[in-house]
């Protein structure tokens, strides 16, 4: 095993977080393979540190510094794997980054993923969120994850079955801390059908017939979408959506209905699925500001730190949201970032 890399002290990071809000870890590590995470995990079982796992630092809160040793995953890799017919599988480091292993994939041909263009990350942390978007989860093309189970100290390969996605969850959120994804597999296909059901989606691509789209058209599409309503973490700081959309039972929706006929919602197989931006913009929050943080203007699930704002601010902010909402429609927004710090507790 390779000797264990450098690990320092009292590291800030406030430009390893999206939503640049400042923090400090007492102990930082960055580590480019495999032996160098178990080594890092081995020395911070030996101080009795807390450990936090830190990606592209996309979708989590700061609420404090950490007091134990975040480990930042840089490792690195991409490669095409049974390759057969129209298929292939693309083979992910968990250190890289999401945005541009969307492109590889779709300027080489292959479908699956397009959808999700443009969504803030690494290849590593997607899984664990079971990142979604335009109608696609990642669980519809992932094939299985390689992860440190640091319950056994061994590497494991878990397939799709294995990691109990479901709506912005999995196994990895469900065991915190027990497993760290190392490499992630995706199922790609050059014949699988284009998800274009979003009315976002058909609209942009209206006047281009579906036969003459490819995944790259699609993810350029995307693209476009986001970049007209959501902003740019590197120019307006920002964690993503920052709210889960509500499920809810199918009685409990015709009520809400019956009060609100516009209210935007999604039909599943279990229950009804509400659109979480409708319910805080008709709250009276979006393009909401105050001297440090708010809502985006354009896209109400986005609260932004627009001047220096603390994870603090943040999280006040959005719990004025979940109150506001929870009054006006009975409804309880649960948060999508994980919140890291304060307490010296992690929830990822």
Same mark, same amino acid.
């Given at each position: 095993m390779k000797q264990r890399p450098e690990i320092q002290e009292n590291v800030e990071l406030e430009a390893l977080n999206t939503l640049h809000v400042p923090a400090r870890a007492r102990f930082y590590v960055k580590v480019h393979t495999s032996d160098e995470l178990v080594q890092s995990l081995n020395w911070a079982a030996s101080e009795d540190l807390e450990v936090l796992i830190l990606g592209g630092g996309s979708n989590l809160v700061f609420a404090g510094d950490f007091s134990g040793l975040v480990v930042r995953l840089a490792i690195r890799g991409r490669r095409w794997e049974h390759i057969e017919d129209h298929k292939a599988t693309l083979v992910l480091g968990a250190g890289e980054n999401w945005h541009e292993a969307v492109l590889y994939a779709t300027r080489a041909g292959y479908r699956g993923i397009e959808n999700l263009a443009l969504i803030p990350g690494t290849a590593g942390a997607a899984p664990v969120q079971n990142i979604g978007a335009y109608g696609v989860e990642l669980c519809d093309c992932l094939e299985s994850v390689t992860a440190l189970d640091r319950k056994t100290g061994e590497l494991v390969v878990l397939?799709?079955?294995?990691?109990?996605?479901?709506?912005?969850?999995?196994?990895?959120?469900? =065991?915190?801390?027990?497993?760290?994804? =190392?490499?992630?597999? %995706?199922? !790609?296909?050059?014949?699988? /059908?284009?998800?274009?059901?979003?009315?976002? !989606?058909?609209?942009?691509?209206?006047? =281009?017939?579906?036969?003459?789209l490819g995944p790259l058209h699609v993810a350029e599409a995307?693209?476009?979408?986001?970049? #007209?309503?959501? +902003? $740019? /973490? $590197?120019?307006? +700081?920002? &964690?993503?959506?920052?709210?889960? *959309? +509500?499920?809810? $039972?199918?009685? =409990?929706?015709?009520? %809400? #209905?019956?009060?609100? /006929?516009?209210?935007?919602?999604? +039909?599943?197989?279990?229950?009804?699925?509400?659109?979480?931006?409708?319910?805080? $913009?008709?709250?009276?929050?979006?393009?909401?500001? *105050? &001297? #440090?943080?708010?809502?985006? *203007? #354009?896209?109400?699930?986005?609260?932004?730190?627009?001047?220096?704002?603390?994870?603090?601010?943040?999280?006040? !902010?959005?719990?004025?949201?979940r109150q506001s909402v929870a009054g006006r429609f009975g409804v309880t927004l649960e948060l999508e970032p994980g919140i890291v710090g304060g307490t010296g507790k992690e929830n990822p």
């Open positions: 397939e799709n079955a294995e990691c109990r996605f479901a709506y912005r969850d999995s196994l990895f959120k469900q =065991t915190p801390g027990r497993y760290v994804i =190392t490499e992630i597999r %995706l199922a !790609l296909s050059r014949t699988r /059908p284009l998800v274009l059901g979003y009315r976002d !989606l058909e609209e942009y691509l209206a006047d =281009t017939a579906e036969t003459a995307v693209m476009a979408i986001r970049r #007209r309503k959501l +902003p $740019d /973490p $590197d120019i307006i +700081p920002n &964690a993503g959506s920052f709210f889960k *959309n +509500p499920v809810v $039972d199918s009685a =409990t929706f015709e009520s %809400l #209905r019956e009060r609100n /006929p516009d209210i935007v919602a999604y +039909p599943q197989e279990q229950g009804v699925k509400l659109a979480a931006a409708w319910l805080i $913009d008709q709250s009276g929050w979006k393009g909401f500001r *105050n &001297a #440090r943080v708010g809502v985006h *203007n #354009r896209q109400a699930l986005v609260l932004i730190n627009h001047s220096g704002g603390t994870g603090a601010d943040i999280l006040k !902010l959005a719990e004025k949201i």
